[in-house]
């Protein structure tokens, strides 16, 4: 870090004089001072209060270095809520903290990070506030073409980071845009070029947003021209462009450094028309070219890019034409290749229906062996039932109730009571009955499916069990076959299902009903 500063400044000396007579006959004296402070006779070394201190040193340091340059290496970059700048700028050996107030940090034709070397231009001052001094910058530059190279690739990743470089957000250019916006200054030979470039290939109407390519604001410009035709409504007066095209002259890298900024990058990236970037010559890149969907060497490329030729298309019209008026005077024997190649490719009927027929062959098996099987488990059933129908078994039972019923001493006000208990029991029960009979959804046109022997089938599984089921509707019942390729039975009409009305049953009644699989109970009436 080196200082520069005016030949014409002066020599600061002093700005109160001091007499240090007095205190070196006190020293001499033996006199090292006591308790409480004295002013003595002849003593001119009044003391001074921290502010006043601070204000001799501050007036000191501003007119001693009012004017320097310094070469550093920025650290710890912020910028305030105010607007105003705050870094240190370093060297391997020290650290002098800066300030740069918000008017000229809005100047700044770069933005500030921390590693990038710089050469800021302003006047050292104190902060009384902690004892410490810094630089005011004025104006700061990048140190070096080096320096800017090196904040050219930083900003490079931080925004490849971001993605607004990735390949899959470049979009397709138009084939053939009715209307080309393009984005330069309107006195340079660029866009001559274009114009007529595109006034040789494919005439296009053109919309010219002027803007300056370099120099301050040159960068706040060409993002507010791209953003400028994005915002353009589509029925708008002014056609809306289906191209746009950034593109400046060659130059050296400060010339470019507009492309560059972060403003003009960002724009190109949230842009809604498609961007083809022709910024500088061939060997020039800059982070515009990697935002835009597409890149150009030059301007007069991008024009080239941007159309086709005109008479290319014309012969590639012709030449279409010319193969159709070809291609119908053959039709009918193409037609009937195709056909006999089709035909030989059917396949023959008997191999269609083998499948099918094998199908049918294990089809009709299973349900024979169904039927084997569903007789033989009735068998067994009937066998079980018929065990509990013994004749001795019955005789025994009577004989037990006819011995409980002797025992049993029967008064009629007993019953009476117990029988009216049981009908306000079951009454309730009598009024829902009517609901719960499984015949009244017959009424409405559903149906009941069962199996032959009678038993209602409530699952599919059950019913593929059977060979042949009965469907049960309001009007009677149907036998059907479950077998694929079977017919179905005729209807038997069966007389009509009329619901009952609800019937009050006391305990005695219930009782005296027989279940099928037990044996019948006395009746007690």
């Not at 006199?31 to 204000?55: F, H, T, Y």
């Not at 014309?314 to 290749?337: D, H, I, K, N, W």
């Not at 490719?345 to 098996?365: F, H, N, S």
Request: proline fraction near 7%; charge should be positive; glycine fraction near 8%.
């Amino acid at each position: 870090m080196f200082a520069a500063t005016r030949a014409q400044q002066k020599d600061v000396h002093s700005p109160v004089p001091f007499n240090r007579s007095n205190d070196d006959d006190s020293f001499e004296n033996g006199r090292s001072g006591g308790l409480v402070a004295k002013q003595e006779a002849g003593d001119n070394a009044a003391p001074l209060s921290i502010s006043e201190i601070s204000a001799l040193l501050k007036r000191t340091v501003e007119d001693r270095f009012g004017f320097v340059r310094l070469r550093g290496e920025l650290s710890g970059v912020k910028r305030a809520a105010s607007g105003h700048l705050y870094c240190a700028l370093k060297d391997d050996k020290a650290v002098i903290d800066g300030v740069m107030w918000r008017g000229n940090a809005q100047r700044l034709p770069f933005r500030p990070e921390d590693g990038v070397e710089v050469i800021a231009t302003g006047k050292l001052t104190t902060y009384p506030g902690r004892s410490k001094y810094q630089i005011v910058i004025e104006s700061m530059e990048i140190a070096g073409e080096g320096a800017l190279l090196a904040l050219l690739e930083k900003l490079r990743q931080r925004l490849a980071a971001e993605g607004l470089f990735a390949p899959e957000r470049k979009r397709a250019l138009p084939f053939a845009p009715r209307v080309i916006g393009v984005v330069t200054s309107p006195t340079g030979a660029v866009i001559r070029d274009i114009l007529h470039r595109l006034a040789d290939r494919f005439p296009t109407q053109v919309l010219v947003w002027p803007v300056l390519v370099q120099g301050e604001g040159a960068a706040q410009q060409v993002a507010r021209a791209v953003r400028g035709f994005s915002e353009m409504p589509a029925d708008g007066p002014v056609p809306r462009p289906d191209l746009v095209i950034v593109a400046r002259g060659g130059g050296s890298i400060e010339d470019l450094w507009s492309f560059n900024e972060e403003v003009v990058v960002r724009a190109v990236a949230e842009s809604s028309i498609p961007i083809i970037s022709a910024v500088g010559h061939e060997t020039d890149t800059t982070l515009c070219d990697h935002a835009a969907d597409r890149r150009a060497p030059t301007p007069t490329a991008a024009a080239e890019i941007a159309v086709p030729v005109r008479m290319e298309l014309l012969s590639q019209l012709e030449e279409m034409g010319s193969r159709m008026r070809r291609s119908a005077l053959r039709p009918v024997t193409l037609g009937r290749e195709r056909l006999e190649a089709r035909v030989q490719r059917l396949p023959r009927p008997d191999a269609i229906l083998a499948a099918k027929a094998q199908i049918l062959d294990d089809l009709t098996e299973r349900l024979r062996r169904g039927q084997r099987d569903q007789a033989g488990g009735k068998r067994e059933v009937l066998a079980r039932v018929a065990g509990r129908l013994s004749l001795p078994l019955l005789q025994r039972q009577v004989v037990d109730a006819a011995k409980d019923l002797q025992r049993t001493g029967l008064e009629p006000r007993l019953l009476t009571r117990r029988m009216a208990i049981e009908r306000d029991r079951l009454a309730p029960f009598a009024r829902v009955l009517p609901q719960l009979d499984p015949r009244l959804p017959l009424q409405r046109g559903y149906a009941l499916v069962k199996a032959t022997s009678g038993e209602a089938l409530t699952s599919r599984e059950k019913a593929a069990a059977h060979s042949s089921l009965v469907l049960e509707f309001r009007d009677g019942e149907l036998a059907v076959s479950t077998g694929t390729g079977g017919s179905t039975a005729p209807s038997t009409p069966a007389p009509k299902a009329s619901v009952s009305a609800p019937r009050t049953e006391t305990a005695s009644s219930k009782s005296a009903r027989p279940k099928p699989s037990e044996p019948r109970q006395g009746d007690l009436f």
